[in-house]
T-cell receptor
Framework: SQKIEQNSEALNIQEGKTATLTCNYT??????LQWYRQDPGRGPVFLLL?????KEKRKERLKVTFDTTLKQSLFHITASQPADSATYLC???????????FGAGTRLAVHP | DAGITQSPRYKITETGRQVTLMCHQT?????MFWYRQDLGHGLRLIYY???????DKGEVPDGYVVSRSKTENFPLTLESATRSQTSVYFC?????????????FGEGSWLTVV
């Protein structure tokens, strides 16, 4: 069955450093991958989309890579700030809504 | 811009009672979804709807009923609540079925079944 793995342990980093979060998937060939941010007590919010024919996507301090051979996406936040502290969810997807699967998320804590 | 709203935000109910969670979106998005989020499981799709009067099961539909008589509303009903249905429920919407459409989530409904 399809499986998405995100590091269940919280990632603690120092302010100013680069945070790198991992999303691995198995038994699945997504056409795209999205990353969402979720703050405590709130719904997830869309951050970035990367398609299968793209290796890398950037948006301000955010960078996403997508390696379809390794079946992995990496999500980077450069010059991290305490305000970046949240849970980040990955969503590898393809056309059709019957398989809208999300990873369980990785909690990021950026310390001053 | 109200977006997508859920009600109630917090609910405590007893086992066996019927509970309805409401979801309303103001964007006229075609697609709407219900997820539940539990520790260790992440978001799991309960039901989704491609348009008014069109609904389909997701990953965990048992014990839930949905309807969509109007594009903007997508209520989720627990016909006979069980403790295993204690969870946070998120309603979401999306504009099209093109690859990679952004999914917009509501703020969540916290349901406790005692």
């Amino acid at each position: 069955s399809q499986k998405i793995e995100q590091n269940s342990e919280a990632l603690n980093i120092q302010e100013g450093k680069t945070a790198t979060l991992t999303c691995n998937y198995t038994n699945y060939s997504p056409a795209y991958l999205q990353w969402y941010r979720q703050d405590p007590g709130r719904g997830p919010v869309f951050l970035l989309l990367i398609r299968e024919n793209e290796k890398e996507k950037r948006k301000e301090r955010l960078k996403v890579t997508f390696d379809t051979t390794l079946k992995q996406s990496l999500f980077h936040i450069t010059a991290s700030q305490p305000a970046d502290s949240a849970t980040y969810l990955c969503h590898p997807g393809k056309g059709g809504y019957n398989k809208l699967i999300f990873g369980a998320g990785t909690r990021l804590a950026v310390h001053p | 811009d109200a977006g997508i709203t859920q009600s109630p935000r917090y609910k405590i109910t007893e086992t066996g009672r019927q509970v309805t969670l409401m979801c309303h979106q103001t964007w006229s998005h075609s697609y709407m979804f219900w997820y539940r989020q539990d520790l260790g499981h992440g978001l799991r799709l309960i039901y989704y709807s491609a348009a008014a009067d069109i609904t389909d099961k997701g990953e965990v539909p048992d014990g839930y009923v949905v309807s969509r008589s109007k594009t903007e509303n997508f209520p989720l009903t627990l016909e006979s609540a069980t403790r295993s249905q204690t969870s946070v429920y998120f309603c979401a919407s999306s504009q099209r079925q093109d690859s990679g459409n952004t999914i917009y989530f509501g703020e969540g409904s916290w349901l406790t079944v005692v």
